[in-house]
């Protein structure tokens, strides 16, 4: 009974399954930087364009289930863009012509600006995750980042493990609060809430360890970290289409910040 | 290092079952010896096992049987070189896989000849998938890629999971996860295999394909083998030798397997196996359970207490759509009647738990429950459990998980025997009323948990927890209770020990519901539902279900687990 959903998974092999996660990763990480760099809402504007072009013509994902996906960030993003234009200085200097005005209340131009350069960041946030992760499974960016970036074992491998019981745990949450509804614990205000949801947190926390214990065990009975160096089944070679994808993130990052507005 | 150096640069062959040309591990497979072997878990002042005495030869099968935590899975671990070498405790004695002193060797050089398979598929599988997983292994101990791109496929080929190198390991069912990580082992190509309860947490269809693997691996004689199993009518075939422990890791018996069977009945009672019925002549076991309707609660028996009809439940999209769990489901549960679910994985037994106890809410359909007055006597009105108010809802309907662990709600065994009394205790003193404290104690005493009242519930043995979690529910017994898996991981006694309490609650004529694996429990109930891609495709006596199963094929559903081509 798990509740986190199935990550989404490229359905057809396509340009960025090929490519190496950790080139991914530089090509997402040159977006996100473009991003943040100026207060103009044009340059995330463009690169949220580029991203949907790449996201249709080259991930290989499901592009129908993506919009459900994005739904919680999308809630995430209306309330900053909103909060941003609301709060924003410019507001209160009279010397800015207003585009709204219901009596104290003043928004003006460039806490429209603002607002939207906030909101769009985290769109390019959204997107460029996907881009990014989506290609290829986890298992892939842990191989890319101990033979790519050399980082290691312990860490990228364990990490991977511990991705794999974290939708256990999912399950496990849902178990401990429907045992809890069903033994008629039900405490009512905010402290008695606050320690009910300390008594699950820990309830969960004992079972987890419980779990990871068992799990290193079974990586230790296969040989993990016992001081022989690793090989790896699955060979990643830095080829053209890496060189190809940064190469391209950067002209387009590029683009978004020197195109005129 | 040097016995293992040569496997490494020998060519793979193609090893197919029943083709053994698999070249031989350096020097075949390795005997095992004991000699006054003994280890205590740091912390832990009785030891897991002590004064262990034997000698396996090559090749050959030992089977070892023994109760709950009499150290049988610590021997396991022992055999793999996790005691001593990563787990801290104290050893004693010596313990030698061939030319290797155990305790001497460190753990890599352990690793090379030695495969470990857990009882639990879900907590030793590491990758995403599947041939990732087989090749994790073999990248540990630094195999190169060429000759690891043909071993992963052989030795799925080797385990019946040819072509599915590219699944999700999430995908597999139980029983296919558990014979990747038998292919796991093998892909090292280990001499000596260790199986700890392999079949423990398998649906039968899947302990059936498994206990074939074994019995493949068996025959071939390329390795010397250790199984821990407390199936003995699967494990027994399959073994050239028994070890037998007492409850105190204590050794009672070693010896060929020919010499233990109807003769040593007593024997193997006292190591906690389940000794097939037909050595037993007449002597009844679970099926002693009382009739409903004999039992204390007259006049409410055979009343309905839980009324579910047209049940449908769907989950929410993935990659093939949306999936059916529950597909018009009716069903009435009738009190001092104790009913199993049975089905293989996925068939909807979980999820019609959940929607009985209204932990989900059906898509169609309703659930009704209604809850027991003290004396027995069901309340006239009928509710639905998914809106009433968790103090309503603990009168109504109980629950015990697979995972007891995940239920338990107090700090000590004591409190939680208290717990859902005294929720409606303090509801209780607010309206003036006040009720001598009940007794905590002698409910515990009674499921035999008197020693362990002060203890933290997270402390207790997996047999221990079950009855404390059935304990939980003695003070203000639900009108129906259900139950998941409530006979998982344990053995022979602990399953006893169960059936025992459920018939002690039964006496306050509440309905029971067990979703379960295990045929042998069916005996002990009075009607079996079965289910089937979330549909009703049996409802009856447990004898009818016995003699006919629903299922294809029929034979793991009765409970004869053993292929009979697999018996030697």
């Known amino acids: ?261 | 290092m040097t016995t293992a150096g040569p496997a490494l640069d020998r060519q793979p062959a193609d090893e197919g079952i029943g083709t053994s040309s698999e070249p031989r591990a350096p020097g075949g497979p390795p005997s095992v010896r004991a000699a006054g072997l003994g280890w205590t878990y740091s912390g832990r002042t009785r030891p897991a096992f002590q004064g262990l005495t034997f000698e396996l030869e090559p090749g050959r099968v030992l089977l070892v049987l023994g109760p709950s935590g009499s150290g049988k899975s610590t021997l396991a671990r022992a055999l793999a070189g996790l005691v001593p070498h990563v787990l801290p405790g104290s050893w004693r004695g010596h313990l030698r896989i061939g030319e290797m002193d155990v305790a001497a060797t460190p753990a890599r050089v352990l690793g090379e000849r030695v495969g470990l398979v857990f009882q639990d598929p879900d907590c030793q599988l590491v990758m995403a998938r599947v041939d990732d997983e087989v090749a994790f292994g073999l990248e540990n101990r630094g195999w190169p890629r060429e000759r690891m791109q043909a071993r992963v496929p052989e030795s799925l080929r080797q385990v019946g999971l040819a072509g599915f190198g590219r699944r999700g390991t999430a995908t597999l069912s139980g029983g296919e996860k558990q014979r990747l990580a038998i292919a796991d082992i093998l892909a090292a190509q280990p001499s000596l295999l260790v199986f700890d309860e392999p079949t423990a947490n398998l649906d039968p269809p899947g302990m059936y394909a498994t206990v074939e693997q074994l019995a493949a691996l068996a025959r071939r004689r390329e390795h010397t083998i250790v199984l821990v199993e407390h199936r003995l009518e699967a494990a027994l075939p399959l073994a050239d030798d028994v070890l037998l422990l007492d409850d105190e890791g204590r050794q009672l018996a070693f010896g060929p397997a020919g010499s233990v069977g109807r003769g040593a009945v007593a024997l193997l009672e006292r190591s906690g196996a389940w000794v097939p019925q037909a050595w037993r002549g007449a002597e009844p076991r679970l099926d002693a359970a009382p009739q409903p309707g004999t039992a204390g609660a007259g006049s409410s028996m055979g009343r309905v207490l839980l009324d579910a009809t047209d049940l449908q439940v769907d989950y929410p999209a993935d990659e093939e759509g949306s999936h059916r769990a529950l597909d018009g489901v009716s069903f009435r549960a009738l009190a001092g009647e104790r009913t199993a679910i049975v089905g293989p994985n996925g068939s909807g037994k979980s999820t019609l738990l959940f929607a009985l106890a209204g932990l989900r809410r059906p898509d169609r359909g309703s659930v009704r429950v209604r809850a027991l007055a003290a004396g027995g006597e069901p309340v006239e009105e009928m509710r639905d459990p998914s809106r009433l108010r968790a103090e309503e809802i603990a009168r109504r309907i109980g629950m015990v998980f697979q995972d007891p662990e995940l239920g338990f709600v107090a700090r000590t065994a004591r409190d939680e025997v208290l717990a859902t009394d005294g929720a409606t205790r303090a509801r209780g003193r607010r309206g003036g009323a006040d009720t001598p404290p009940p007794d905590s104690d002698g409910v515990l005493a009674r499921f035999g948990l008197g020693h362990l009242a002060g203890e933290s519930p997270f402390q207790l043995s997996q047999g221990e927890q079950r009855r404390l979690s059935l304990a939980g529910l003695v003070l203000r017994p639900p009108a129906v209770l259900l139950l998941d898996e409530p006979t998982f991981g344990l053995d022979r006694r602990g399953t006893e020990a169960v059936i025992r309490l459920l018939d002690e609650l039964r006496e306050t004529g509440q309905a029971q519901l067990l979703a379960t694996h295990d045929p042998r429990l069916l005996p002990a109930c009075d009607r079996v539902v079965a289910l089937d891609r979330g549909r009703i495709v049996f409802d009856g006596e447990p004898a009818r279900f016995l003699a006919e199963p629903p299922y294809s094929p029929p034979g793991p559903w009765r409970g004869g687990v053993v292929p009979t081509e697999a018996a030697r």
Do not use: K
């Open chain 1, 1 to 261: 009974m798990s509740l986190l959903p199935a990550p989404l998974a490229p359905i057809r092999p396509a340009f960025l399954t090929r490519v190496t996660p950790v080139a991914r990763l530089t090509a997402g990480m040159i977006w996100l930087v473009a991003a943040i760099l100026t207060l103009d809402p044009a340059v995330p504007a463009r690169l949220v364009v580029a991203a949907c072009v790449a996201l249709v013509l080259c991930s290989g994902l499901p592009l129908r289930r993506i919009p459900g996906r994005l739904a919680p960030l999308g809630l995430a993003i209306l309330s900053l863009t909103v909060f941003s234009i609301l709060l924003s200085g410019s507001n209160a200097d009279r010397s800015i012509a207003a585009i709204v005005e219901l009596g104290p209340m003043r928004i003006t131009g460039p806490a429209v600006s603002a607002g939207l350069a906030v909101g769009l960041r985290v769109v390019v946030i959204g997107l460029t995750t996907l881009l990014v992760f989506g290609p290829s499974d986890p298992t892939r960016l842990a191989d890319s980042l101990v033979q790519q970036w050399h980082a290691p074992d312990r860490f990228a491998y364990g990490t991977l493990a511990a991705l794999r019981v974290a939708p256990f745990m999912a399950g496990d949450w849902a178990t401990i609060a429907a045992a809890r509804r069903l033994r008629g614990i039900s405490p009512g205000g905010v402290t008695g809430r606050a320690r009910e949801f300390g008594d699950r947190l820990m309830v969960m926390l004992v079972s987890s360890i419980r779990r990871a214990e068992r799990l290193a065990l079974a990586m230790d009975a296969r040989g993990f970290d016992s001081g022989i160096r690793r090989t790896h089944f699955r060979e990643l070679r830095v080829g053209w289409r890496d060189l190809l994808t940064v190469a391209v993130a950067l002209a387009v990052a590029a683009a978004a910040l020197a195109l005129p507005r």
